[in-house]
């Protein structure tokens, strides 16, 4: 098979899948089209329509673009069926029905941010950083009934330092993300369209982690744990979401507070679990062992700043 032979479908909507879709067209892969999530309603009352970065960037490169609401609508499928694609890429896009995934004659393949079987979900970098794991890495798969479960084609490691927070490895692994799509479709077309690929049940794993879709109630601080897993907790969810707690002002009234930068120290914990201690030019806040140095963060309604930046402007704030 020849790289010529391969009429692709790519399906993405977030910037993450966009470098994939990038590499494919500047490495000359055939797009015959592109499906993405339908524009997404913004501003105050919703009136302005938002299209996803992947639609941006393959509208900027005269790609045709399908935004279904609806996977498994009939008029949708016989449109896809249409451009005569053999190999579907999905990168950051959501379940698809076997009608759909099912339809290429090389199968749908799917580039995920994680070590498969490990961290199978929505938010797989969030929840490594938040896991305290030293490595992740990419993986693509086919697609098959159950979600992130398909037979492994490869998989490429990434280290995440113990400073790095999620943006470092959402960067990382959009970049690396791209590079295994390549790769995987060099084994397609070296195998004229069935690359080897394993079962992941055939992979040794003791225990599994998931990585579930995160929600404001799951970036609430718990401060009865220990510093080390607080630490990871909060980067594992800076820039964006963002790890907050409800912090006491003077009045009594509760405002939320949002941590996105700490460093570990070796001081023993004192006070309450969540008590932000101030010592001269320095904000601690209490972990179940350890104090835990706050670099920076944000009070609702105002801007991200610094820890000194805070405290010279706290002084309607009590302590816990």
């Known amino acids: 098979m020849k790289k010529e032979d391969l009429r692709i479908i790519f399906m993405g909507t977030p910037e993450f899948a966009v ?13 015959v089209a592109v499906v ?15 299209p996803s970065a ?13 935004q279904p609401e609806k996977m498994k609508d009939p008029e949708f499928v016989e449109q896809l069926r249409s451009y005569n694609a053999n190999l579907q890429v999905v990168v950051a896009f959501r379940m698809l029905p076997e009608v759909v995934w099912g339809m290429p004659a090389y199968g749908t393949f799917n580039v995920h941010a994680a070590l498969l079987p490990q961290y199978r979900g929505a938010a797989p970098i969030n929840w490594a950083v938040i896991n305290g794991e030293t490595q992740t890495g990419v993986t693509t798969f086919f697609l098959d009934h159950d979600i992130d479960t398909g037979r492994i084609i490869m998989q490429l490691p990434f280290d995440i330092p113990d400073t790095a927070d999620v943006e470092y490895v959402y960067d990382g692994l959009m970049h690396l993300g ?10 397609i077309i070296a195998a004229n369209g069935h690359p080897e690929s394993m ?16 929600f404001k109630e799951t970036c609430e601080i718990d401060f009865t744990k220990t510093a080390k897993q607080v630490y990871d907790f909060i980067r594992g969810l800076s820039p964006y979401p963002g790890a907050w707690m409800n912090l006491k002002q003077a009045e009594g009234k509760e405002i939320v507070l949002k941590i996105f930068r700490t460093t570990k120290t070796e001081l023993p914990t004192q006070g309450t ?5 101030a010592e001269k030019k320095h904000l601690y806040i209490a972990c179940a062992d350890h104090l835990l140095q706050i670099d920076e963060l944000q009070l609702a309604g105002k801007k991200r700043m610094d820890a000194q930046a805070f405290l010279n402007g706290s002084k309607n704030i009590l302590p816990q």
């Open 178 to 187: 791209a590079n295994i799509c390549l790769q995987t479709l060099d084994r």
């Open 19 to 31: 470098e994939t879709l990038k590499a494919l067209v500047d490495n000359h892969y055939h797009v």
């Open 199 to 214: 079962a992941q049940d055939d992979y040794p794993v003791t225990s599994l982690h998931a990585a579930p879709k995160i």
């Open 54 to 66: 992947v639609k941006q960037y393959a509208l900027e490169h005269q790609l045709p673009v399908l």
């Open 36 to 50: 993405t999530q339908p524009d997404k309603p913004v501003g105050r009352h919703g009136s302005v329509l938002q």
């Open 273 to 277: 679990p969540g008590q932000l201690i």
